[in-house]
């Protein structure tokens, strides 16, 4: 069972799209997050929601919409996708503590 | 903007060799943590380590907190192609938020 799946794994569209990332957790982490990793591997946090709840947005663009119909999903809509756009998103959960991060697989995000 | 800068930034060793990656900056830390990534993975956490001075070892890695918990080290003996990967150590900034560093890529050649 993935602890964190996200999907799709794989995202190719032509700007001015719109797009959305879909990600779920089973580990019944409260929290849940996104990330995005540039292609200099440099991650950097997106949004956070605490229980359904967004605490973090980091001065993020707002054609990106994060939703999250309840604790164990988070969904990233992206409208109106630019080239600067491609990367690597990822999706994570946590518990609260020092307890890190659990990282899903990824979405390669590459618009053309 | 707090910033972990890590050294080096890429490295490419022989199989057997030892080495190290450092993770500085110039904020202390409540924890830090180290992950590492493999091609077409998310990170994986390796180690969450605490309080000042603490080491911490995971079969042929060794994790140093430095004493005034703004740095830190991670060592691995013998290396096998297995280690190749993304290196990312992060520190925990507030309750809900941790900032990565900038990362080593490690290649380990057979």
């Known amino acids: 069972d993935t602890a964190v799946s996200q999907t799709p794994k794989y995202l190719v569209t032509q700007m001015g799209n719109d797009k959305s990332i879909k990600c779920e957790q089973n580990l019944g982490h409260d929290t849940m997050y996104w990330y995005k990793q540039d292609s200099k591997k440099f991650l950097k946090i997106m949004f956070s929601y605490n229980n359904k709840e967004l605490i973090i947005n980091e001065t993020v663009p707002n054609r990106f919409s994060p939703k999250s119909p309840d604790k164990a999903h988070l969904n990233l809509h992206i409208n109106s996708l630019e080239l600067g756009d491609s990367a690597v998103y990822f999706c994570a959960s946590s518990q609260e503590g020092p307890y890190g991060y659990t990282f899903g697989s990824g979405t390669r995000l590459t618009v053309v | ?110």
């Open chain 2, 1 to 110: 903007t707090q910033l972990l800068e890590q050294s080096p930034q890429f490295l490419s060793i022989q199989e057997g060799e030892n080495l190290t990656v450092y993770c500085n900056s110039s904020s202390v830390f409540s924890s830090l943590q180290w992950y590492r990534q493999e091609p077409g993975e998310g990170p994986v956490l390796l180690v969450t380590v605490v309080t000042g001075g603490e080491v911490k070892k995971l079969k042929r890695l060794t994790f140093q907190f430095g004493d005034a918990r703004k740095d830190s080290s991670l060592h691995i003996t013998a290396a096998q192609p297995g280690d190749t990967g993304l290196y990312l150590c992060a520190f925990r900034s507030g309750t809900y938020k941790y900032i990565f560093g900038t990362g080593t890529r490690l290649k380990v050649l057979a």
